[in-house]
């Protein structure tokens, strides 16, 4: 096993298979600035199958055993299901999950289940369709997403979770109708706090609604009382209902960075590898694979990469809380 400068395995990818997505959410895919003359990859600047896959078996032998499936929006990839049944069968991958909006949820999930997917993340952030339609930034239907999460459940997809990232004034009103829609249906909601990640979404901390407040809200409705982790490097806060009802999570990465515990590497769709989710740069490990490098080679590539690291940026960002002219890697790049 390996570890980087502050003792962290690497122990998750996170895999995002492309940079284009349906929905344009304010702070990821701005649509002033994603807008119909915006130029995604091209296919010939997307990594194949085969070369992730190459890659996650390099990956396997420096300790990962858990892999997502991210995006841009990932059920937008053609033929997603190949992957994941080629995921499947690398041994040494112990979980295979996937993040996604959910909108093409309700026609891929069983592909995707028969292919060996394990897990589903969907994010959504308001039970309202006026506002959904706000935040995704397009005229689309909520009841797709949720007649998509129905059908995972109906596949066994369960328990579901559910990523809401809140926002002051744009659905800081929702978490108790949010936690509610969670706790009748059998799903973990985690509220995510609001991160500065890329350059592009204006983001300002007073637009994060902190740990705190979700806990107080919820708690002026419900008896909760905190839960520990499943398992060391979890990235939420666990808590459950004290009647027996289901428990929910809180990602405070703003408010209570858990840097100690990263022990994430994430590959972009145009095969960059970065050690952190507020990188400025990512590793181009495409062009050496695609110029002919040995599998040893590669392998001391990503090893050196991890040996080197020492990101923390949120815990640096507690004191430095203005970031805004650091060039980051924007969200949709490398899927969260
Ligand atoms: N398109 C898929 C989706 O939305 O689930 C997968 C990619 S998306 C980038 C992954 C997750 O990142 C989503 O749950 C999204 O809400 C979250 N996210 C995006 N930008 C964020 C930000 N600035 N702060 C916190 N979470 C963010
Ligand atoms: Fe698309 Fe996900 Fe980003 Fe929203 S958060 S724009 S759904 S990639
Ligand atoms: Fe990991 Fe970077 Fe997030 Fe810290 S800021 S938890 S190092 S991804």
Redesign the pocket.
């Given at each position: 096993m390996i570890i980087d400068k502050l003792k962290r395995p690497v122990r998750d990818l996170r895999i995002s298979v492309t940079d284009k997505?349906n929905?344009r959410?304010h702070?990821?895919m701005p649509e002033e600035i994603f807008g119909h003359k915006y130029e995604f990859l091209s296919k010939d600047k997307i990594l194949t199958f085969e070369e992730t896959i190459r890659l996650v078996k390099l990956f396997v032998q420096l300790g990962v055993h858990k892999i997502r499936i991210?995006?841009?929006?990932?059920l937008l990839r053609q033929e997603l299901d190949v992957l994941v049944k080629m995921l499947s069968s690398v041994s040494g991958i112990a979980d295979i999950a996937l993040?996604?909006?959910g909108y093409f949820l309700k026609e891929k999930a069983e592909t995707l289940r028969n292919a060996g997917l394990k897990r589903l993340?969907?994010?959504l952030?308001t039970l309202d369709p006026q506002l959904f339609k706000k935040t995704v930034g397009r005229q689309l239907e909520l009841h797709r997403v949720l007649a998509g999460i129905e059908q995972a459940v109906e596949l066994g997809f369960s328990p579901i979770k559910i990523?809401t990232?809140l926002q002051r004034d744009v659905n800081d009103k929702e978490i108790l109708k949010l936690a509610d829609f969670a706790k009748n249906n059998g799903h973990i909601i985690r509220f995510?706090?609001?991160?500065?990640?890329?350059n592009l979404?204006g983001?300002r901390m007073d637009h994060v609604v902190p740990a705190q407040e979700i806990i107080e809200v919820i708690s002026s409705k419900w008896s909760i009382e905190p839960i520990d982790k499943n398992y060391k490097g979890e990235v939420a806060n666990r808590y459950r209902y004290v009647d027996g009802s289901g428990e929910f999570g809180i990602i405070a990465s703003v408010t209570q960075p858990f840097c100690g515990d990263c022990t994430r590497a994430r590959l972009s769709a145009d095969g960059k590898i970065y050690t952190c989710l507020f990188a400025s740069t990512g590793f181009d490990i495409m062009t050496p694979m695609r110029e002919g490098a040995s599998e040893n080679k590669l392998f001391e590539i990503l090893q050196s990469l991890w040996l080197e690291r020492s990101d923390r940026y949120s815990e640096e960002r507690l004191s430095f809380p203005d970031t805004s002219s650091e060039r980051k890697v924007e969200?949709?790049q490398i899927?969260?």
């Open positions: 997505c929905f959410c702070y990821c991210t995006g841009g929006e990932p993040t996604t909006n993340t969907i994010s952030d990523n990232v995510i706090e609001y991160m500065d990640v890329g979404n983001w969200m949709y899927g969260g």
